[in-house]
């Protein structure tokens, strides 16, 4: 287990499930995506399994034949429809206010296509965040592979010691461990688990 950083330098966070809840969002997205090909929805029971693994991965087990950058522009024309369908993440906001009054930088590390995911931001009133993003199809491989972090430590100035990465799925957990940062995870086991956003936000106040 990694230890708190002694200075704390930035916090990357990732997006669905930690700031905004989209899955809802995102069934109808991919459904939309599948019903174009002729395959059957997956509807949420089937989405779930699948949920939050990356474009590369969405077009080896989703979308046989797909390329990244061809899922990516039919993620981006099906996504507005939806977006009425986001929620934000209790606590959230009053984080990003915390972090932001203490000028400890923020960066949005993230599977989710960049646009995507600004969409998502502007759509739960994050729109600060907007210009501080990484996404999947900014890198080779998504989380779990660690390159998507190193680019929020690249991005925010921060060293792999002195930052700390939230997020709520076992890749979040990995991806963070294998870039050497230390993991707060919401609901899943890491180096510090929480329940609840305002857990962080105590700490960091």
């Known amino acids: 287990m990694r230890s708190w950083p002694r200075e704390l330098q930035a916090v990357l966070f990732d997006l669905d499930g930690v700031l905004a809840n989209s899955f809802e969002a995102w069934v109808g997205v991919l459904d939309e995506c599948r019903e174009r090909r002729g395959l059957a929805p997956l509807g949420v029971a089937g989405v779930t399994p699948y949920w939050g693994q990356g474009i590369e991965a969405d077009c080896e087990t989703l979308f046989p034949g797909a390329t990244p950058e061809s899922l ?12 009425d369908r986001i929620q934000p993440i209790d606590g959230g906001a009053a984080l990003v206010q915390t972090l932001e009054r203490r000028g400890i930088p923020i960066w949005v590390v993230t599977n989710c296509p960049r646009a995507l995911a600004r969409a998502i931001l502007e759509a739960i009133g994050l729109s600060q965040l907007v210009d501080r993003v990484t996404g999947g199809d ?7 592979d660690p390159e998507i972090i190193q680019r929020g430590l690249a991005n925010t100035g921060a060293t792999a010691d002195g930052a700390i990465l939230v997020g709520d799925t076992t890749n979040d957990v990995a991806a963070g461990a294998r870039a050497e940062v230390f993991v707060v995870g919401l609901g899943v086991d890491a180096d510090w688990r929480v329940e609840h956003l305002a857990q962080l936000e105590e700490r960091l106040r």
Do not use: I, S, T
């Open 138 to 144: 900014d890198v080779a491989r998504g989380k779990p």
């Open 72 to 83: 990516v522009a039919e993620y981006d024309e099906a996504f507005p429809k939806y977006v």
